[in-house]
């Protein structure tokens, strides 16, 4: 199919001018479901993009950033800065946030959202479709019915504390949006889209109340101007931030921040390796992470919305890895099978020993790597996962450095919070309590502080909050359609407007929001 649109801005093909009705910046997630959407009825659609449909390395050389607090992922490569975003390297993760998560809950440091769950449940549902999976969400007997997995022996069956969260994994030809969108796009009439391009500054008009124009260059050195009725910045977490707060010529503290809310309140779901779970033969299979993932889904074991309530606690769940044999015996296990050809190697008969030493375990684990029916876990691991506490000191900084363009690059001041302490510790206790009240087995729990949180959480790429969705300036950088407080034609899409990460996956949510945008911006333009 012809790909007329796409324009590489590098060559002459583009003049020192575009100009369009609506101007989107990033082909992310964000970005190219807006575009789509908006495609199909209003003519006039740009997108600018900073990348080709390749990776890189002097493109993506630009989200070289720092880390000023906890460590955290390398940004260069946790954020992929060409056509399709990070869906590039999206798992596929699927799952709708939770109705309770819109809510306020000021208690666990949650300030809800300025939408409610039903304002957003038909975007999810159609973007659910999209991604080509079920929008039933919150129906785990459904979602496990769906994929031959017998429900029965589900926790909330027995206990009123427990809830089953199952997420459904979409399929990677389905979730790398660039490649799957790239000749729709092209295609369209109503589309031009600018390659290699990079937005360098949002000028607003001399009153601060609209945009002018943006600027942009390429790393040739060629400067290009762009104007829209409106604009949508795609860009990613951090570079939405940044954007905002660097173009600050005339509003001097950076746009939408005169209340000092751009780049705070960055969060991930978070994660947290600590304690074993021993189970009873009465532990339901489902659970179980390696027999969830062979079905293109993942249950886990979350609590009951009056168990957040009454505990004040974020949203938490567990995953459940089985470990066949103890570290030291799988090793062994792996090299005598690998070094069965050299068998007068002393290392090889400490390995035999080693194994010999541990012989019970062996069958399982020989059978958990083969996959075969009988094998049994030792133990599980366990895996907490939380949503973490939007926290204004978790934020994203501006440095002193520049990058090739000669911007400012952002770095990133990662922080917990108490509410992020407290949940993990309080949840796991209350995980061994009712496990155990219900005979699935014992925990052997280690102790979860707030320094063995510092020193042991992880994240999911989950960049959120940056530019966070309120229902007043006071409290935020957005609106409820997501246009920036005070300016009269600047959006934001992606999961830096979510004010909370929810006990849900961010990707499809970024999705229902940007339909839902496409939807608010067709009404104003009348379409």
């Not at 001018?17 to 199909?40: D, P, S």
């Not at 005169?258 to 969060?267: A, E, K, L, T």
């Not at 886990?300 to 309530?309: E, K, N, W």
């Not at 300036?473 to 929810?502: K, M, Q, T, W």
Request: aromatic share 10%; with cysteine; proline share 4%.
């Amino acid at each position: 199919m012809a790909q007329v649109n796409y324009i590489d801005a590098k060559t002459d093909a583009v003049g020192e001018t575009i100009e369009g009705v609506v101007c989107v910046v990033g082909a992310g997630a964000a970005g190219l479901t807006l575009v789509r959407r908006l495609a199909k009825t209003v003519s006039g659609v740009v997108l600018i993009e900073s990348g080709e449909f390749e990776i890189d390395a002097a493109t993506q050389g630009l989200y070289s950033s720092r880390m000023r607090g906890l460590p955290y992922f390398d940004l260069a490569t946790s954020r992929l800065r060409y056509f399709g975003g990070t869906t590039n390297h999206w798992a596929g993760y699927c799952r709708a946030i939770d109705a309770i998560d819109y809510e306020a809950r000021p208690s666990a440091g949650l300030p809800g959202w300025p939408v409610a769950h039903a304002d957003v449940e038909p975007f999810a549902e159609e973007a659910a479709g999209e991604l080509g999976i079920k929008s039933d969400f919150f129906d785990p007997i459904a979602l496990l019915n769906g994929v031959a997995i017998d429900p029965r022996g589900l926790a909330e069956e027995s206990s009123e504390l427990f809830r089953s969260k199952i997420f459904q994994i979409a399929k990677e030809d389905v979730i790398r949006l660039g490649p799957r969108y790239r000749d729709e796009i092209g295609a369209s009439q109503n589309v031009r889209v600018y390659l290699n391009l990079n937005v360098a500054h949002v000028q607003l008009a001399a009153d601060g109340g609209s945009v002018d124009y943006l600027r942009c260059a390429t790393l040739t050195g060629k400067q290009v101007v762009a104007r829209a009725r409106y604009f949508v910045l795609c860009c990613h977490a951090i570079e939405n931030a940044r954007l905002l707060l660097t173009s600050h010529d005339v509003a001097t503290r950076g746009i939408g921040n005169q209340f000092d809310h751009v780049g705070r309140y960055f969060m991930d779901h978070i994660g947290l390796g600590a304690s074993k779970f021993i189970p009873s033969d009465s532990f339901p299979k489902f659970y179980d992470y390696e027999v969830d993932k062979t079905r293109s889904i993942n249950a886990v074991l979350g609590f009951a919305d009056a168990t957040l309530r009454k505990y004040d606690l974020l949203q938490y769940t567990c995953r459940f890895e089985p470990v066949y044999a103890e570290p030291e015996t799988a090793g062994a296990l792996e090299r005598v099978r690998r070094d069965l050809n050299k068998p007068g190697d002393a290392s090889f008969l400490r390995d035999v020993a080693t194994v010999l030493a541990d012989l019970p375990v062996v069958p399982s684990y020989v059978a958990a790597r083969y996959n075969l029916y009988f094998a049994k876990p030792l133990y599980y691991s366990i895996e907490h996962h939380l949503e973490q506490a939007p926290n204004p000191s978790s934020r994203v900084v501006i440095s002193n450095r520049r990058d090739a363009l000669g911007n400012l690059i952002a770095d990133l001041d990662w922080q917990m919070a108490e509410a992020d302490y407290r949940s993990f510790a309080v949840g796991q206790d209350l995980l061994g309590a009712e496990m155990a009240a219900l005979g699935w087995g014992r925990m052997v729990p280690e102790a979860i502080t707030p320094e063995f949180v510092r020193e042991q959480v992880f994240g999911f790429w989950h960049n959120i909050g940056t530019t966070r969705m309120s229902a007043t300036p006071e409290s935020g950088v957005v609106d409820s359609n997501c246009r920036v407080h005070g300016i009269a034609n600047l959006y934001v899409g992606g999961s830096s407007v979510f004010p909370s990460a929810g006990g849900g996956a961010p990707t499809m949510m970024i999705m229902a929001l940007a339909l839902r945008m496409s939807d608010h911006l067709k009404g104003r333009l009348g379409s």
